[in-house]
């Protein structure tokens, strides 16, 4: 027999609290949102939902070690326990044998449309196993400027047993011009979308299960990271523990480091860098610094530490060949590499760094305009200007007004809340990242542990990966993060060195430690390099 309790939640919002089918939270209300959908789903197979929720789109290239997804997608993002794309998303080649469907258990789904605004219409589902919960939720992050749900790594997360729930951010597609006279919209993109979908998505665990969770996670990485980072800020009570990778936690200055680079190879047609040419600098980067770490394995453990000159691949005697760099060529490479800075010195973004050469297509792709994802910061959250023209450009001036009128979107190193009600904050980067750069991350957790204080290790934990793109792919991106961040929360057992893989098809080629910053993964010098258990994690 099923027991019903009334209750009041936030003095208005009245819900029958049980082990409730279904259809029963029909008739649960919010105040200010409507719920637009209540289905209980059978066991079967999942749709393939691509890249909307962080698996690899059908027909992505498969990666190599040191290889990256393509640069400028930012959906890219973690899907469950292992990070990797959704198993549905897998790329099969001419002639290979189509994937096995993912298989999802039953689970109740109801969509919420939310309005904690005038101007606000935030989409949002949650989705709760109808068998075998394991007492908990995870909430799962965007990409880029959001605008779809993220089915993909619902999935991974039901087919491990947690409820689970994602937001569209409130509006519809990823391109910012919803920005545009939309103030409102923007706060719900740039924090209180995922606020409001943590209360609503636990009052209806709570209703369904006739319990709340026992513990609340985040997984989020690229703008699923920021939204970590901010909900540890803004609502330390939300999560118990939070995975946070590639965060673009300083959204305003990642995107004056790429209106930087997009306005600067712009100048003429002859500052773009063809992909051969890019291919050639690689090759050369590899070949003077990927020894240096006592393993060539077409990784660099450290890239800061490679102090290769481009200069070298100089063009003589006026040739334009696909293995040299003309003086405007040149010029584009510096720039990629180099940080942007305001005219006093004070640095705004951190540059990309070495042996992330061949996804550049900043450099390569001879598109007549910026990209729409930095471009927006500026065109449509700081000015409201449709026609602003980019050719404008100025980094000190544009920087400034964004941070005045759009710099709410930053999440900020104060997290003392969240640390001291025992939060765990579990952050990753690809040294390979060419949509963030890598060494926003360092200096982001350098400042969070100077602003926290000591024992930081109790709490946070940054892990570097060679090799490692935006998110996923290259190196070894395949780790259990939220086996990690469970046994962090929930057994008070601190990660050290954390078990990774190399994956192709189906095909484990090599194991590594993935150490925590500062350290490296140190080659002991006998056994084989593919081989996790022959390195060792050390200062450097």
Not at 98 to 126: F, G, N, Q
Not at 173 to 195: C, I, M, Q, T, W
Request: proline content about 7%; charged content about 20%; glycine content about 10%.
């Amino acid at each position: 027999m099923t027991r019903a309790l009334l209750f009041l939640v936030s003095g208005s919002l009245f819900v029958t609290f049980a082990q409730n089918p279904c259809d029963k939270l029909k008739a649960t209300s919010f105040p200010d949102s409507t719920i637009t959908a209540v289905e209980a789903v059978a066991a079967g197979p999942a749709p393939n939902v691509g890249r909307g929720g962080g698996g690899a789109a059908a027909g992505a290239p498969a990666q190599g070690r040191g290889g990256t997804p393509p640069a400028g997608d930012p959906q890219a993002a973690p899907g469950g326990r292992g990070g990797a794309a959704a198993p549905q998303a897998a790329a099969g080649g001419r002639g290979a044998a189509p994937a096995a469907p993912v298989m999802l258990p039953a689970y109740c789904r109801v969509a919420v449309t939310m309005k904690p605004s005038t101007d606000s219409s935030i989409d949002m589902e949650v989705w709760m196993p109808a068998e075998n919960w394991n007492n908990k939720f995870q909430m799962v992050g965007n990409g880029g400027w959001a605008g779809t749900l993220s089915l993909a790594a619902m999935q991974a997360a039901l087919r491990e047993g947690y409820a689970t729930a994602t937001t569209d951010t409130g509006h519809k597609g990823g391109a910012s011009v919803f920005a545009l006279n939309h103030p409102e919209k923007l706060v719900d993109f740039a924090y209180r979308a995922v606020h409001e979908t943590v209360v609503k998505s636990k009052t209806l665990i709570t209703v369904y299960y006739g319990k709340a969770p026992k513990f609340s996670y985040w997984n989020g990485c690229s703008t699923g990271g920021r939204q970590g980072l901010m909900e540890a800020q803004k609502f330390p009570d939300d999560f118990d523990a939070i995975v946070a990778g590639a965060p673009a936690d300083y959204q305003t200055h990642l995107h004056a480091w790429d209106m930087m680079v997009a306005t600067g190879i712009r100048k003429d047609d002859q500052h773009f860098v063809s992909a051969p040419k890019l291919a050639a600098l690689n090759k050369a980067v590899m070949a003077a610094c990927d020894a240096a770490d006592g393993v060539k394995d077409g990784l660099l453990n450290d890239p800061r530490k490679c102090k290769f000159d481009p200069a070298t691949l100089s063009c003589k005697n006026g040739d334009d060949k696909d293995d040299c760099l003309t003086p405007a060529q040149l010029e584009s490479v510096k720039l990629v590499l180099s940080p942007a800075k305001k005219k006093n010195g004070e640095l705004i973004f951190p540059g990309k760094e070495p042996g992330s050469e061949t996804t550049w297509t900043m450099l390569s792709q001879r598109n007549p305009n910026p990209a729409d994802l930095p471009m927006g910061t500026f065109q449509y959250a700081t000015y409201q200007d449709a026609n602003w023209d980019w050719h404008t450009f100025d980094l000190d001036r544009d920087t400034t007004a964004a941070d005045e009128k759009f710099g709410y979107v930053n999440a900020t190193s104060d997290l003392n809340a969240f640390k001291n009600r025992g939060g765990k904050l579990l952050m990753y980067h690809g040294w390979s990242d060419t949509a963030i750069s890598p060494e926003n991350s360092i200096n982001l957790y350098t400042n969070i542990v100077q602003k926290t204080g000591s024992k930081s290790d109790n709490w946070i934990k940054l892990y570097m990966i060679p090799g490692m793109g935006h998110c996923q792919g290259g190196g070894t991106d395949q780790f259990n993060k939220m086996g990690v961040i469970e046994r962090w929360r929930e057994a008070n057992t601190a990660p050290e060195a954390i078990m990774a893989a190399h994956v192709t098809g189906s095909n484990v080629e090599m194991t590594r430690p993935l150490c925590p910053y500062p350290q490296v993964a140190v080659y002991k010098g006998v056994g084989s390099t593919n081989d996790a258990a022959n390195f060792s994690c050390k200062a450097p």
